[in-house]
């Protein structure tokens, strides 16, 4: 026998988590060894970033940076299960990260 929810009751109930993407994108300085210096410093602080969630609901989906097109420029997308009565405020920037940084922008996507 398999066990089959009832999809109409399931959808009654009020969700007490959302889903929401943060896109943080760094503007690095010019010069070639901006970019490996900003890979470097981020993986060596990344496990004490993950440790400092210590409910587990953040995830880093991907890290990217551009060889073609706007170079210098680095892309870090976070997945956030986050309760929907709390606000998301993830802003923090690394010491050693920001001094290599121009600008950093941080988009909030909307949760679902």
Known sequence: MHFKPDVAEMS?????SAVCYELRRY???LGYPTV???LKSYGEGLQDKLRADDSGASTL?????????PLNTVL???RHQVPLSSALSVTSCPALI???????????ASCT
């Open 12 to 16: 009654t109930l009020p969700p007490t």
């Open 27 to 29: 503007q690095l300085k």
């Open 36 to 38: 490996p210096d900003f």
């Open 61 to 69: 989906v991907t890290l990217l940076y551009n060889e073609v097109g």
């Open 76 to 78: 870090e997308l976070w």
């Open 98 to 108: 920001c001094p290599l940084a121009l600008r950093k922008r941080i988009h909030h």
